[in-house]
């Protein structure tokens, strides 16, 4: 079973990055997909996801409006879209997968997003 993220980096505030989650391993379409993140110092936080094969989506309020999240099922992949960037979303971004009846958790290795201009 592997999550692999890509697309992180270093982005100006106000700008915009999107990063992927490619999966492998197991049956993605049964799997809620999910993204956290981590900034120094603090406890990883729980940013949004997409319920099963399906795709709803749902956020945290500190990125509602600002991020997007979407699947494509045939690429195993999830993506996050991250418009207007702030600082504060410096962070590590991780990508989590959850089998939607066996609670199975699975984890990317995380990609690192740093905001400053």
């Known amino acids: 079973v592997q999550l692999v993220e890509s697309g992180g980096g270093l982005v100006q505030p106000g700008g915009s990055l999107r990063l992927s989650c490619t999966a492998s391993?197991?049956?993605?379409?049964?799997?809620?997909m999910n993204w956290f993140r981590q900034a120094p110092g603090k406890e990883r936080e729980f940013i949004g996801g997409s319920i099963g094969a399906g795709g709803i989506t749902h956020y945290a309020n500190s990125v509602k409006g600002r991020f997007t999240i979407s699947r494509d099922n045939a690429k195993n992949t999830v993506y996050l879209q991250m418009n207007t960037l702030k600082p504060e979303d410096t962070a590590v971004y991780y990508c989590?997968?959850?089998?939607?009846?066996?609670?199975?958790?699975?984890w990317g290795q995380g990609t690192q997003v740093t905001v400053s201009s």
């Open positions: 391993g197991f049956t993605f379409s049964t799997y809620n």
């Open positions: 989590h997968a959850r089998a939607r009846y066996s609670g199975t958790v699975y």
